[in-house]
Nanobody
Framework: QVQLVESGGGSVQAGGSLRLSCKVSGYRYRGRCMGWFRQAPGKEREGVAAIYTGNDNTYYADSVKGRFTISHDNAKDTLYLQMISLKPEDTAVYYC???????????????????????WGQGTQVTVSS
């Protein structure tokens, strides 16, 4: 049984930093498309960062480029999202997700919103105050 468990959310002031973690268990295959998504109240889910663990290629939404960094620790099988220079508009519930490869590039799948991803975490709240 595949499980993804996020941690690391919280409340920070604008300009602050947070690091989210997503511990993966039960997922046998190493070559995956993994991503971080967020959903703010009243808004659609948005893909913010993606990584293909086969070669560690990464992809970012324009709204977070230069501020967020996605990474994956193979030994710990844990996905991370380092967030700096946080803004109030980054406030949302953040989710990690994983799936196998497909004909659609990993980055494109995440930036489309991840509707085809099979495995999701429970979400962690990030609140950025001005």
């Amino acid at each position: 049984q595949v499980q993804l468990v996020e941690s690391g959310g919280g409340s920070v002031q604008a300009g602050g930093s947070l690091r989210l973690s997503c511990k993966v268990s039960g997922y046998r295959y190493r070559g995956r498309c993994m991503g971080w998504f967020r959903q703010a109240p009243g808004k659609e889910r948005e893909g913010v960062a993606a990584i293909y663990t086969g070669n560690d290629n990464t992809y970012y939404a324009d709204s977070v480029k230069g501020r967020f960094t996605i990474s994956h620790d193979n030994a710990k099988d844990t996905l991370y999202l380092q967030m700096i220079s946080l803004k109030p508009e980054d406030t949302a519930v953040y989710y990690c997700a994983a799936d196998g490869v497909s004909a659609v590039p990993c980055g494109e799948r995440v930036l489309r919103g991840g509707g085809d991803f099979a495995y999701w975490g429970q979400g962690t709240q990030v609140t950025v105050s001005s």
